[in-house]
């Protein structure tokens, strides 16, 4: 059994979380502006929702919603401003919130069965978005599944092919990459539909989102960012080859969230891209189980997540 490609207009939103990313051109530069949409779907997990999505323009939170609630929220005022101007924006979110919860339940379903799983706990995600350079114009996008904390397909937006790094993804890599109209739909959303999204987010919160300043050209700003743990008994950190660093790094307070789980970040003034491999990021909490349901963002590095189930 193979998964149906969500390439329609109420598939846009996306999850990452917890499997180790490797994007690898998708440096947060000042003056870059990113859009992604985080999807999770769970499986046995009796204290968080089926379904959660979450929409983020430059790591701040803008739309939340999730399968308890029955719909999306706006968590800006810049964005309920929007929103008030444009109320079909809100109408497509909370259509796509419904949508994507039965999509993930069956997606869950399928892969269960592809894994020769038939019960526990299983957490299925999918982060999807762009980054757009406000000077050179410069645009990149990416589309990427995970399954129980493990890479399980994504797209490569220069060749047009889904990438199968497991054997069960290569039923459903065929099947897309076969799939003509889907293909230029992604390519399409990604290049042109979602930066125009994010131009759009970026001029209506210009005021909170534009950030001062400008880095070297030898210098990284790389932000680790984890959302949606509990309890607030957590800790994150760079590594270079192995060490944990203690200079060039800027650790952020454990934050609370709406919902009543927290939110960290940490940043990094990093070197030049060439030695991005020898850098990771690390977050530890303190329970494994409400670990499932945490969403962890990088750029182009590894994130290594301690006590996963």
Known sequence: TSITQPYSLKSLISINNVWSQTLQNFVSFVGTHSLRFFYT???????????????????????????????????????????????????????????????????????????????????????????????????????QYGYDGEDFIEFDLKTETWIAPTPQAVTTKHKWDNDRAGLFYIKNYLTQVCPEWLKKYVNYGRSSLLRTGRITSDVVLERCHATGFYPDRAMMFWRKDGEELDEDVDQGEILPNHDGTFQMSVDLKSPAPGDWERYECVFHNASATATTGCWISIDPLVIWILDWG
Not at 48 to 70: L, Q
Not at 78 to 84: G, T
Not at 101 to 114: A, D, G, P, R, V
């Open 41 to 143: 779907g769970s499986y046995g997990v009796m204290t968080f929702p089926e379904f959660v999505g979450v929409v983020m323009v430059d790591e701040v939170e803008v739309i939340y919603c999730d399968s308890s609630i029955g719909g999306a929220e706006p968590k800006q005022d810049w964005m309920r401003k929007l929103i008030k101007d444009d109320p079909e924006h809100m109408d497509w979110y909370s259509n796509e919130c419904h949508t994507s919860h039965n999509t993930f339940k069956t997606t869950t379903e399928i892969l269960m069965q592809s894994f020769n799983q038939t019960g526990g706990v299983h957490i299925y995600q999918r982060m999807f978005g762009c980054e757009w350079d406000d000077e050179t114009a410069e645009v990149n996008g990416y589309d």
